[in-house]
């Protein structure tokens, strides 16, 4: 049995979609126009591990697609995002609507502000990466009125050769607690 932590307002049938020309990271969001996934570290995750699922299609017309799971250290109303690499991995999709996945599970503990796990599968069009453990990250727990959230994950893509025929849609993104 799992319990949905919290998840992007998307779906296959309204999925976020990124592209066009450019080689900076476009990442993607709900929506609610939120690019940051939130993670309450409350009691019920707070020293457990949870799961994160992202999964969606890709289409470039030429060159390498890099997709980037990452954590926010510092997820502010008032300030710039902080962002820090948890898995990230690259392929050559070579057609249209090529398929990924990444799974991640990772702990947090608020007592230390330290947030660690290993991508435990990352499906990039159809070829499929083996486990690696996350390097551990110092994250600010400490709400505050100009913090909305605790720690918060974002979800992007990195085309290596700028078209506007390149387009990434994200149908899934969520944090599962399982149990």
Same mark, same amino acid.
């Given at each position: ?20 020309? #450019?080689?900076? &990271?476009?990442?993607? $969001? +709900? ?5 940051? %996934?939130? !993670?309450?570290?409350? *009691? ?44 990230? #991995?690259?392929? &050559?999709?070579?057609? $249209? +609507? ?5 799974? %991640?599970? !990772?702990?947090?503990? *608020? ?44 979800? #992007? ?23």
């Amino acid at each position: 049995m799992s319990h949905t932590i919290v998840k992007f307002d998307i779906s296959a049938s309204a999925p976020s979609i990124v592209g066009g020309a #450019g080689t900076s &990271i476009k990442r993607f $969001s +709900d929506r609610t126009n939120l690019s940051d %996934l939130l !993670l309450p570290f409350g *009691s019920t995750i707070d020293g457990q591990t949870f799961e994160v699922y992202a999964s969606g299609f890709i289409s470039t017309p030429a060159g390498r697609v890099t997709y980037v799971v990452q954590a926010n250290t510092n997820p502010s109303l008032t300030e710039a995002g902080v962002y820090v690499d948890l898995a990230r #991995g690259s392929n &050559i999709p070579g057609a $249209s +609507d090529v398929p990924f996945h990444i799974a %991640l599970v !990772l702990m947090g503990h *608020s007592a230390t502000g330290k947030v660690q796990g290993w991508v435990e599968s990352m499906m990039l069009g159809g070829v499929s990466f083996p486990k690696k453990a996350t390097t551990p990250l110092q994250i600010n727990f400490i709400r505050t009125d100009t913090h909305i959230a605790p720690f918060s994950l974002a979800m #992007g893509v990195i085309f290596e050769e700028s078209a506007e025929e390149n387009r990434a849609a994200l149908t899934e993104f969520r944090a599962v607690q399982k149990g």
